[in-house]
């Protein structure tokens, strides 16, 4: 197979790199291969199960057009001081500027008009004051909030239009392996996903775009075909889940608190992430059987509970460089104490030294979302550095939103962020093996909808 772009994975990064192509008018062949399935194909069973049912070759959650994104919370940050290091790259001027063109895009293909935290000034002035005395640092960052259901609508617009546009899809199918000669990308090698015939597609640009489910495996392309990067950082942590009485003016003033610290004694940098409302937490699947926790949030159907996370990023220095296989096995272990599913505890449990039971979450206030976590302790998976910034942490978040740090407040594990492989870009894009460009979580440049939607449209202007 022949083409002028080739797209390895279909999330935002990938997505905005074709749609910018179509806007500009350059009549390229366009190729995406997929590893999951079309929009409109990606259905989890637990909506019926009620409990995860580990699918196989792939989670539907995870993996398929539009990646992750579709079917978590749906929020896009539009500040460019969330979401990633893609400033460092191109400066923060042209990063926001991406960022709004970007969202002018989302907002041609239906998302949501309102914009959350922007107009309660006095409101955000008391939490940003707690914050101050708590040592924390309160991030202004406007939300569009999709919403998971929403998002799945939104996503299935593009890729309805990318297909009248004439680019080629080919899901289900697995990139293998690079096409190098003479130190010049020529393509990929490929397979449907369970079967054993290969196939190679030649083309000019190769856009690596694999999310954070392919990040190990880009690292190991990194390593073989000599790619230049570096270990990067790896975020270890845990989905926190709290009544919405308790963060309700949190949520009514700025919907999603991005809240920065650097507790004692280790001073690691510690943040929340993806806060969401009357959420669900919700467990996700990886190739090795990895199941991790995450949130979603959607736009009609409301919890009674808000959740989050709260991760500690960790970097490490020689001769160590192997952040991400670190990280998971962080979540194997915590996978064993659960016998494969989520571990949930009680906060005022992890200060007393004992696990949760489970008749002692039935009577609590907090009743988990996440209906199949098994009761545990999960301080006996995590790192006692990580668990130490997290209960901190915990400690200097009461003191802005008061009663967060309550006996009753829920702590999933393992919430694990894979985008550790910093790929080394130039301003284009390129890497130092001609014809080949990385871009979105995979290349550890973004952590997010929106910056790897703004790297997509970068990289389609540049390819035009």
Request: aromatic share 8%; proline share 3%.
């Given at each position: 197979m022949n083409?002028?772009?080739?797209?390895?994975?279909?999330?935002?990064?990938?997505?905005?790199?074709?749609?910018?192509?179509?806007?500009?008018?350059?009549?390229?062949?366009?190729?995406?291969i997929e590893k999951g399935r079309p929009i409109e194909k990606r259905v989890c069973p637990k909506i019926a199960t009620k409990k995860c049912m580990n699918c196989k070759p792939f989670c539907h959650i995870t993996t398929g057009f539009s990646g992750a994104g579709a079917f978590s919370d749906g929020k896009l940050s539009l500040s460019c001081e969330v979401g990633g290091d893609l400033p460092d790259l191109i400066?923060?001027?042209?990063?926001?500027?991406?960022?709004n063109y970007t969202d002018s895009v989302y907002l041609e293909f239906g998302a949501v008009r309102t914009v959350e935290g922007l107009d309660k000034f006095e409101e955000t002035k008391d939490i940003r004051r707690r914050a101050i005395k708590a040592g924390l640092r309160l991030v202004d960052c406007p939300i569009r909030h999709l919403g998971t259901e929403k998002a799945?609508?939104?996503?299935?617009?593009?890729?309805?239009?990318?297909?009248?546009?004439?680019?080629?899809?080919?899901?289900?199918?697995?990139?293998?392996?690079?096409?190098?000669?003479?130190?010049?990308?020529k393509g990929i090698r490929a397979h449907?996903?369970?079967?054993?015939?290969?196939?190679?597609?030649?083309?000019?640009?190769?856009?690596?775009?694999?999310?954070?489910?392919?990040?190990?495996?880009?690292?190991?392309?990194?390593?073989?075909?000599?790619?230049?990067?570096?270990?990067?950082?790896?975020?270890?942590?845990?989905?926190?889940?709290?009544r919405n009485e308790i963060m309700e003016e949190v949520n009514r003033t700025?919907?999603?608190?991005?809240l920065i610290g650097y507790p004692r004694p280790f001073k690691d940098k510690v943040r929340t992430f993806c806060q969401n409302p009357g959420g669900f937490v919700s467990q996700e699947n990886y190739d090795n059987a990895l199941a991790v926790v995450n949130g979603h949030s959607y736009k009609e159907t409301?919890?009674?509970?808000?959740?989050?996370?709260?991760?500690?990023?960790?970097?490490?220095?020689?001769?160590?460089?192997?952040?991400?296989?670190?990280a998971q096995k962080i979540g194997e272990l915590t996978n064993m104490l659960g016998n494969g599913h989520i571990l949930v505890?009680?906060?005022?449990?992890?200060?007393?030294?004992?696990?949760?039971?489970?008749?002692?979450?039935?009577?609590?206030?907090?009743?988990?979302?996440?209906?199949?976590?098994?009761?545990?302790?999960?301080?006996?998976?995590?790192?006692?550095?990580?668990?130490?910034?997290?209960?901190?942490?915990?400690?200097?978040?009461?003191?802005?939103?008061?009663?967060?740090?309550?006996?009753?407040?829920?702590?999933?594990?393992?919430?694990l962020k894979f985008y550790s492989n910093r790929i080394k870009l130039n301003g284009r894009l390129e890497t130092n093996i001609g014809g080949l460009?990385?871009?979105?979580?995979?290349?550890?440049?973004?952590?997010?909808?929106?910056?790897?939607?703004?790297?997509?449209?970068?990289?389609?202007?540049?390819?035009?």
């Open positions: 083409c002028d772009v080739l797209i390895v994975g279909s999330g935002p990064a990938g997505i905005f790199t074709a749609l910018e192509l179509i806007r500009l008018k350059r009549k390229k062949k366009i190729l995406i400066g923060r001027q042209a990063a926001q500027e991406l960022i799945q609508d939104l996503y299935r617009t593009i890729q309805r239009y990318l297909a009248e546009q004439g680019v080629e899809f080919l899901f289900e199918t697995e990139c293998v392996n690079l096409m190098l000669d003479q130190n010049i990308c449907k996903v369970g079967g054993d015939d290969y196939f190679e597609i030649f083309s000019s640009s190769t856009i690596v775009a694999a999310g954070r489910r392919g990040a190990e495996w880009l690292e190991g392309i990194c390593r073989q075909y000599d790619v230049l990067h570096e270990a990067g950082v790896v975020d270890i942590g845990v989905r926190v889940e709290i700025l919907y999603e608190s991005k409301k919890s009674v509970n808000t959740n989050l996370a709260i991760l500690c990023s960790h970097k490490f220095s020689e001769p160590f460089n192997q952040p991400i296989s670190y505890q009680r906060y005022g449990d992890i200060l007393d030294g004992k696990r949760t039971w489970q008749d002692e979450l039935e009577r609590s206030n907090v009743q988990p979302s996440l209906t199949d976590a098994v009761a545990g302790d999960i301080t006996s998976a995590m790192p006692y550095r990580t668990m130490i910034n997290i209960i901190n942490f915990i400690e200097a978040l009461d003191l802005v939103v008061p009663g967060f740090a309550s006996a009753e407040t829920l702590l999933y594990s393992p919430e460009h990385c871009l979105g979580d995979s290349s550890g440049w973004t952590r997010g909808l929106m910056m790897a939607s703004a790297m997509g449209a970068l990289m389609g202007r540049i390819l035009s």
